[in-house]
């Protein structure tokens, strides 16, 4: 057997999914014109799956201070927190962000991927248990492989079913960690924060929750699902990202035990890479400052999410059933999808392609993702193109055959 033949299924996925004329994870953004616009292709191209949810990769204020940091900083760390990696403005922004949550500790990892790989790996090891619903993002199954506790899947969204389990652990030996996200990636559906809280209540178990996608996007002051929810008292952990609402790159955990500052000599992701480069520090302390300073941020982002999710539902397409700034639209043969995504961008629009195993329950999605900073024209514009797509493709009717069959 070769070294890559176990790859053979996927390479035969992927040379079907490029058949439709482009590959859809090989896009090359040619010049970023704005937060909203690319050139792909030759083509100016409407950024509609970036998850850049607040528009800053272009605020001033975080491109001046990332340009000054980097003038006297340097280009980067070229080591570790705990070896030469740990600046000033690291614990800078690890204060801001503690400040932010309502929290006593924070650590800053170099990506988000790494902040779950990080913390969750670490909290529980051997004789614990981890418990994580079924549509965990890779990040945390991956930490769920790193660690050594005893993993346990419940059905998504469900706390009837996480009730369930952890009842079958009552009397086990060993801490119980269980692991959502306030956003879900792919269906941009939202957990159910406040009984999945009643539920680790009732069996003492720990909670720690990803806000990756929902960080700056819900809550009065962004907080997420846990502020929107009003559970922030009751989440023992908390994860995200720098890399969505931010517009940057990192991620960090948060939390109130006592005991959390252990975790910078016992988590292995945190020790063993190099740290965040002082000007994307400055950049996401900045963007995290323009935030408190601007909510109304986030009410042009759900103003937005409105435009385009009752546009696109007005015109026929399965969308996911909560709204948010993920959208996400149902196609189930990936290989139909494929041809939908490759028309979009060649009229100018661009979207993800999200395709299983990646996915929930095998299906295919367009997967968009609303910005403060789209216009009403462009979202507009977005619907129109998709609009003409899916018709082409028969994925949705066209409106002259509805009135047609209607009378």
């Given at each position: 057997?070769?070294?890559?033949?176990?790859?053979?299924?996927?390479?035969?996925?992927?040379?079907?999914?490029?058949?439709?004329?482009?590959?859809?994870?090989?896009?090359?953004?040619?010049?970023?014109?704005?937060?909203?616009?690319?050139?792909?292709?030759?083509?100016?191209?409407?950024?509609?799956?970036?998850?850049?949810?607040?528009?800053?990769?272009?605020?001033?204020?975080?491109?001046?201070?990332?340009?000054?940091?980097?003038?006297?900083?340097?280009?980067?760390?070229?080591?570790?927190?705990?070896?030469?990696?740990?600046?000033?403005?690291?614990?800078?922004?690890?204060?801001?962000?503690?400040?932010?949550?309502?929290?006593?500790?924070?650590?800053?990892?170099?990506?988000?991927?790494?902040?779950?790989?990080?913390?969750?790996?670490?909290?529980?090891?051997?004789?614990?248990?981890?418990?994580?619903d079924a549509d965990s993002h890779a990040s945390i199954y991956d930490a769920a492989r790193l660690g050594h506790a005893t993993v346990i899947r419940f059905r998504h969204n469900d706390p009837a079913d996480l009730d369930k389990r952890l009842a079958r652990l009552a009397g086990e030996p060993g801490n119980k960690l269980v692991v959502v996200e306030?956003?879900?990636?792919?269906?941009?559906?939202?957990?159910?924060?406040?009984?999945?809280?009643?539920?680790k209540k009732k069996h003492g178990a720990y909670l720690l929750v990803d806000e990756a996608h929902s960080m700056g996007v819900m809550g009065k002051t962004g907080r997420g699902l846990l502020e929107q929810d009003g559970v922030d008292a009751?989440?023992?952990?908390?994860?995200?990202?720098?890399?969505?609402?931010?517009?940057?790159?990192?991620?960090?955990?948060?939390?109130?035990?006592e005991d959390f500052e252990i975790l910078r000599v016992a988590c292995r992701p945190y020790m063993f890479t190099a740290s965040m480069p002082p000007s994307i520090v400055a950049s996401v302390r900045q963007s995290l400052a323009h935030l408190r300073k601007h909510p109304e941020l986030m009410t042009k982002l759900w103003r937005n999410v409105d435009t385009l999710y009752h546009g696109l539902e007005a015109a026929g397409f399965r969308l996911g059933r909560q709204k948010g700034p993920v959208v996400a639209i149902h196609i189930n043969d990936p290989a139909l999808a494929a041809r939908a995504w490759?028309?979009?961008?060649?009229?100018?629009?661009?979207?993800?392609?999200?395709?299983?195993?990646?996915?929930p329950s095998g299906t295919a999605l367009l997967r968009c993702s609303v910005c403060a900073a789209h216009?009403?024209?462009?979202?507009?514009?977005?619907?129109?193109?998709?609009?003409?797509?899916?018709q082409e493709l028969g994925l949705i009717a066209d409106p002259s055959v509805r009135i047609a069959a209607a009378e």
């Open positions: 057997m070769g070294l890559f033949d176990r790859f053979k299924t996927i390479r035969e996925v992927h040379g079907a999914v490029t058949a439709c004329g482009a590959d859809p994870f090989g896009v090359k953004m040619e010049k970023i014109v704005s937060s909203t616009e690319a050139m792909v292709e030759g083509r100016k191209t409407i950024l509609c799956g970036s998850n850049n949810y607040l528009g800053l990769t272009f605020e001033p204020g975080c491109v001046a201070a990332a340009q000054d940091a980097l003038a006297e900083f340097g280009t980067g760390t070229t080591g570790s927190r705990i070896a030469n990696g740990s600046y000033s403005c690291h614990k800078a922004l690890e204060a801001d962000l503690a400040d932010f949550y309502g929290k006593k500790h924070c650590m800053v990892f170099t990506t988000g991927y790494q902040a779950n790989l990080g913390a969750i790996s670490t909290l529980v090891g051997p004789g614990d248990y981890l418990i994580i306030g956003i879900y990636s792919m269906l941009g559906d939202h957990a159910p924060l406040k009984e999945f809280v009643e539920v009751d989440v023992d952990f908390v994860t995200g990202t720098f890399s969505k609402s931010m517009g940057a790159i990192g991620g960090f955990l948060i939390s109130d035990h490759h028309g979009l961008l060649q009229n100018g629009v661009y979207v993800n392609l999200a395709l299983p195993p990646a996915t216009s009403t024209d462009q979202l507009q514009r977005v619907i129109d193109v998709v609009t003409k797509v899916g």
